[in-house]
């Protein structure tokens, strides 16, 4: 039999490989498994300060995706590097191992820490701390769809947390395009059966994207649709950031 | 699209009253937080000057310590610092010196896994996840199921650790929680079995340090234990290529004949759960539940782990300077008796606020 | 690595901003390049594109293999870019990696299509020999012999010159296979399937310097971006992925404005691609 | 396994004594200091010089000499079936000194003290001789850097199999795990600097091979001088008078 050939892993998981059949996405008038609008996005929970042993941390939970950011430094850079008059950027993300239905699916999400930079590092002023790193870390601790924009957003709650310099507050926003409709912050699986999808990172104060990427079939007016949903969203989603920041600040202090 | 012209719930904040393991313990640690924090300062104020007579009148740093400040003192004489504390029995985050840090568990943290638990003592906080796998049992026992257990530290939780190389503490404290969970005999294993030689269950568990902030291994183990006690088995049944498949709960009741393998099973029988309290050994004194800090200028650790019914199930002193004397083991093993209660109901709460969800 | 003075950057600045570059092109203009197919006769399809001092190789290997439970109608595509450290000494070790992931990222994100499958330029389902048994898996390995700016188009470029000197062989399934194994197939020695590329995007990339965007630029040109835009467009003029690059924001509409100019650019150059994809074809056959 | 057949033919059609067809071409790598493209058969490799230029790393400057450094890169395509082995592993390690050491002989480091020279080659299809490729390029490269040498540096292989001395192996030939003896000389100074052989071979069979691969040598040498004659000649040409 075929399942017993060493190559297999020695032991599988028992839940049902995803369903081939494709449900009716398409339908105009379909409902979204969780019951949102097609441009409505999860309720956004945030919060900073998870992390003590960081110098800025933050907690995002959007529906399923829950994602812890921490923020280190800025600090001394790794001795190898060489004299830099401007700072430098460090980005990693990771996942658990249980962050995904099946143990152990996260680690095909190496392009993460690169676009996680790429998001982050058009709005932080890196001239105010020369010679020295910051690290971002992040890691997914459990995945329910779009959890890169939701760990771009948080990185920057955090950021903000250890009072690292920036232009502005950068969030981020994704599209799926399932057939005719286009979806906003989609979950899991929206995401497993999309024909498209658009990523937009922007800094809404200063109306700039930092980072896009398209993925799919678009036509140039749809791209143009999804912008705007998007950058609609991110503006919401900053104000949400910001009064958490507010609060945190307003919190009496010690 | 009516979703547009509505005032939009974009981003509409989570209502409290929602369950929500993450949301309690946030608002929790804050409020502890602040009250700690309050509590600290005034001390450190009065301590901290009568420290700087002391040190003055003792001449011990010359003219430096005159003008130095409370907390470059500490930094600079980390030790002394403490000791100074120590003399009048407390310790800088005004705790006395056998008293663990607050102490918080919510189970259910992860939904994607089949058990999970967030522990957070102090600050240190661990989150705890079982996924359970189907595998074909050994040869040698052919009705046991098995456990992995594997700790990580992902660069969130200490500036120390960083992306690509692990921090050498995490295989360390892998290894004693998993000899600590096996030789408790806190799972019979042979639970675990689906089908005799055919089938049984592997539970993976991973517990994430999410802040380090000394006394891992103990937030480790309260998080493992309540994972295990948050653990509900999916209900599975073999197909006709001889797999282990999940039987879904809601739809397929009516078209699948097949009998579930393991009806009533759904939950593990936990005897005799291990809870640990680590302490420092520092001169004559015994400090309960150290800081990351306090860990790093005090070294000598015993952690001492007891189950439920008070039987010692290990004793870890790795090293250190200072001897342990039998009185000092004794009263470490006294301190844990005490912490375990406590530890005990704080699970028992959490099981029964999660049993009212 | 570009080392450059304040002179020469004001000079690319400065042409760059009279649409007059220092290669002496205009700011929408590719350097002249090169396509042969067939350089590595080992693999199904190669080719190389030369596109000024940019250098790169692609090749297309297929092979059997067993596809996704997610998606039993449809075969795998694997794209790996590597950098030759003769490109550049800093691509020594592993010091190509980084650049390496990224090149591989944008690729597989331009190239392949949605989640779905939608979108893709290589019609998975063709690459299927029994549903959920068997199907081909095409790996496309790029290689970055010589860098002079604009990798992304040159690979796009090449990996599309690639699959059209692709051949594929024909498979024969036996009959009468066995329910739940793998059914037995044979592997034709004479007989290829050809891919339709007309389907395959294109990559054009827009370099933004100062106030300009440029298309194909040099290293140099490169070292002055500020930010950088790659839009993959397919023959219908549809968008088939978009990546940007570089650290500084974008306002929306000056995205918007230059996916307008990718479009109307693409076309040129896929005309031109195409004219000498089959130029090459045809001298490989003479050859 | 029959290598030659009873008519005195290979594997490939070619004689036991003939070469596979080969060609060199100079400049294949824009940005670099000095490159070429050299083509054994189906062998082919891409070879690129970087340097005299500032030593990189302090700690490894060398107060007397050039450093020279090589590193030696298989494609992922380059094999039949292919590689998913990551970069440098033993075997490309082994072949990056040899190269390394072979070309450091010819090469008049002392003229260039505290300085560092780069050569990277890139193989882009395997068909067996890939060192004797490598060195080659690396060659015709070091020569278009303008590097000072000794004298070129050629490399070719020669292999005993069926009782028959046959030169320049292909990959089919090389993995019969017959004794294969791949020489570099110095064609002027007719000096062996290579020898690396990796089977029992009988002294007067050995003599026989290894002066069959010298030959060889001397056969890419002629080559090698003509293509670095043609262009010079090119660049005189394009200076114009």
């Known amino acids: 039999m075929a399942g017993k050939s060493a190559a297999t892993p020695s032991t599988y998981s028992p839940s049902p490989a995803p369903k081939t059949k494709r449900p009716i996405f398409q339908d105009v008038d379909w409902v979204r498994p969780d019951g949102r609008g097609f441009h409505q996005c999860r309720p956004a929970f945030l919060k900073t300060g998870a992390v003590n042993a960081a110098s800025g941390s933050a907690y995002a939970e959007f529906g399923n995706t829950k994602v812890i950011v921490s923020v280190f430094g800025p600090r001394e850079s790794k001795k190898a590097m060489a004299y830099s008059g401007t700072g430098r950027l460090n980005c990693n993300v990771s996942y658990t191992t249980f962050a995904m239905p099946i143990r152990g699916q996260g680690s095909d999400h190496k392009g993460y820490s690169s676009m996680l930079h790429k998001a982050l590092e058009g709005a932080i002023i890196v001239e105010s701390f020369p010679k020295t790193t910051v690290d971002v870390f992040a890691l997914v601790l459990e995945s329910g769809g779009s959890d890169l924009p939701v760990v771009i957003s948080c990185a920057s709650l955090a950021l903000a947390d250890a009072g690292i310099m920036m232009y502005d507050l950068v969030a981020s926003v994704s599209v799926s395009c399932l057939g005719k409709n286009l979806v906003i912050d989609p979950i899991l699986e929206e995401e497993s059966y999309q024909d498209g999808s658009l990523l937009i990172t922007c800094m809404p104060s200063r109306n700039e994207v930092t980072q896009l990427t398209v993925n799919g079939e678009w036509s140039t007016p749809r791209v143009h649709e999804a912008m705007q949903i998007c950058l609609e969203a991110c503006s919401k989603l900053a104000k949400i950031i910001r009064s958490c920041l507010k609060e945190t600040a307003s919190a009496p202090k010690d | ?357 | 690595m570009v080392g450059l003075s304040v002179g020469e950057k004001h000079f690319i600045q400065g042409g760059i901003a009279q649409d007059l570059r220092t290669d002496g092109r205009r700011r929408l203009t590719y350097r002249p390049f090169n396509v042969e197919t067939g350089v590595i006769p080992q693999a199904n399809g190669s080719a190389r594109v030369r596109l000024g001092g940019t250098d790169v190789i692609a090749s297309v290997k297929a092979e059997l293999g067993k596809p996704s439970p997610s998606q039993p109608d449809k075969g795998k595509v694997n794209i790996y870019v590597d950098c030759s450290p003769t490109a550049a000494p800093m691509f020594e070790g592993r010091g190509g990696e980084e650049l390496s992931t990224e090149l591989s990222g944008a690729l597989q994100h331009c190239l392949l299509g949605g989640k779905s499958g939608a979108g893709a330029g290589i019609d998975l389902s063709s690459l299927v020999v029994v549903e959920g048994k068997v199907c081909w898996d095409l790996y496309i390995d790029g290689l970055v012999v010589s860098s002079d700016g604009n990798l992304l188009d040159a690979l796009g470029a090449a990996i599309k010159a690639a699959l059209t000197n692709t051949g594929i062989p024909k498979v024969e399934v036996a009959v009468g296979a066995s329910g739940d194994g793998l059914p037995e197939v044979d592997i034709s020695d004479d007989e290829y399937l050809q891919f339709d590329t007309s389907g395959v995007p294109v990559i054009v990339t827009l370099t933004k310097v100062g106030r300009h965007y440029i298309v194909d630029a040099t290293l140099e040109e490169e070292s002055q971006m500020s930010s950088a835009v790659s839009v993959s467009v397919s023959g219908q003029g549809r968008i088939c992925g978009l990546i940007k690059r570089g650290g500084a924001g974008l306002d929306p509409s000056v995205i918007l404005d230059m996916i307008s100019v990718a479009k109307h650019v693409s076309e040129q150059l896929m005309n031109k691609l195409d004219s000498e994809i089959s130029a090459a074809e045809a001298f490989e056959e003479e050859s | ?241």
């Not at chain 2, 039998?326 to 844990?336: G, H, K, P």
């Open chain 2, 1 to 357: 699209m009516t979703s547009h012209s509505q005032p939009s719930v974009l981003w509409q904040r989570r209502s409290t009253r929602r369950y929500n393991p993450f949301l309690g313990f946030f608002s929790d640690y804050h409020l502890g937080l602040f009250v700690g924090l309050s509590l600290f300062y005034s001390l450190e104020v009065v301590l901290g000057n009568k420290t700087l007579k002391k040190m003055v009148s003792a001449n011990v740093s010359g003219d430096l310590s005159s003008e130095m400040e409370v907390d470059a003192f500490r930094r600079l004489f980390p030790l002394r610092y403490h000791e100074r504390f120590l003399l009048d029995s407390i310790r800088p985050d005004a705790r006395p010196l056998g008293r663990a840090r607050d102490t918080s568990l919510a189970l259910g943290a992860v939904a994607s896994a089949d058990g999970s638990a967030l522990a957070k003592i102090g600050c240190t906080t661990m989150l705890a996840a079982v996924k359970m796998e189907v595998m074909t049992p050994p040869k040698e026992s052919p009705d046991e199921g098995s456990i992995a257990i594997e700790f990580y530290m992902p660069p969130i939780c200490s500036p120390l650790v960083r992306p690509g190389r692990p921090a050498e503490e995490a295989p360390v404290v892998s290894k004693q929680l998993s000899d600590t969970i096996l030789s408790s005999g806190m799972i019979n294993l042979k639970e675990l079995s689906l089908v005799s030689g055919k089938a049984a269950w592997m539970a993976y568990l991973d517990i994430y340090c999410l802040d380090a902030d000394g006394s891992l291994f103990d937030a480790a183990l309260l998080a493992a234990v309540a994972a295990f006690s948050h653990l509900r088995i999916p209900v599975v049944s073999l197909n006709e290529e001889g797999r282990v498949v999940v039987v879904s709960e809601e739809n397929e009741e009516g078209k699948s004949e097949k009998e579930p393998v393991n009806k009533g099973k759904r939950k593990l029988t936990l005897s005799s759960l291990p809870f640990s309290l680590t302490c420092i050994l520092h001169k004559n004194y015994i400090l309960a539940d150290p800081t990351a800090e306090e860990e790093s200028i005090m070294e000598t650790l015993v952690t001492v782990v007891l189950d439920s019914s008070g039987q010692l199930v290990s004793l870890y002193k790795p090293g250190g300077p200072v001897l342990a004397y039998a009185s000092a083991v004794q009263d470490c093993i006294a301190l844990t008796r005490q912490r375990v209660k406590e530890l005990k109901s704080i699970l028992n709460e959490a099981i029964s606020d999660m049993e009212v969800d």
């Open chain 4, 1 to 241: 396994m029959e290598f030659v057949s009873p008519e005195g033919l290979r594997l490939d059609g070619r004689r036991p004594m003939e070469m596979r067809q080969i060609r060199g071409e100079i400049g294949a790598v824009a940005k670099a200091d000095g490159s070429a493209f050299f083509e054994m058969g189906n062998t082919k490799v891409i070879a690129a010089v970087y340097g005299p230029r500032e030593v990189e790393n302090r700690s490894q400057q060398i107060s007397d000499q050039a450093l020279v450094r090589c590193e030696y890169t298989m494609a992922n395509f380059s094999t039949g079936d292919r590689m998913r082995k990551p970069k440098g592993d033993r075997r490309s390690t082994e072949i990056s000194l040899v190269i390394r050491q072979t070309m450091e002989a010819c090469i008049l480091t002392h003229l260039m003290p505290r300085s560092q020279i780069d050569i990277f080659v890139q193989v882009l299809q395997a068909d067996g001789g890939t060192r004797s490729a490598c060195i080659n390029a690396a060659t015709l490269a070091l020569a278009d850097a303008g590097i000072p040498m000794r004298d070129l540096v050629t490399s070719c292989s020669a292999g005993y199999l069926n009782s028959t001395p046959l030169l320049d192996l292909n990959y089919v030939e090389d993995s019969a795990g017959g004794p294969d003896v791949t020489v570099g000389i110095l064609p002027k100074l007719d000096k062996v600097t290579l020898l690396q052989m990796d089977a029992k071979l009988p002294m007067d069979i050995f003599e026989n091979v290894m002066q069959l691969a010298i030959e060889g040598c001397k056969a890419i040498a002629n080559y090698i001088r003509e293509v670095l004659l043609e262009n010079t000649k090119q660049l005189e040409y394009r200076r114009g008078p």
